[in-house]
């Protein structure tokens, strides 16, 4: 049997400024699992997190991540069919068109 690795989870001690700034001017996010939303809602704090999710436009790769998600306070919460690279980047470009207006 071979164990792969598809992604981890790099836990940080503290969201880097750039970072933060980044993020708060940004109005679509891109998650990849329920667990990024986690650790990103403990680096900033519940109140905090809650606060940024509720004004912001998320993609997520499933239906688990889209229930994280709305259980996280994200209210605008897309996801992308399950499908190839191509059609995932066709979505994503859709969702960026459509948040910047």
Known sequence: MTD??????????HLPRTARRSLDGAE???????????ALRSLWGS???ARW????????????????????GFRHVAVVPPST???FTRHLLRELRDAVG
Do not use: K
Request: aromatic share 6%; glycine share 4%.
């Open 28 to 38: 679509l996010v891109v998650a990849t699992s329920p667990s990024a939303l986690s």
């Open 53 to 72: 999710a509720g004004d912001r436009r998320l993609i997520v790769l499933g239906e688990r991540s889209r229930r994280a998600a709305l259980a996280r």
């Open 85 to 87: 690279a191509q059609r």
């Open 47 to 49: 109140a905090r997190f």
């Open 4 to 13: 792969v690795v598809v992604y981890y989870l790099r836990r940080i001690p």
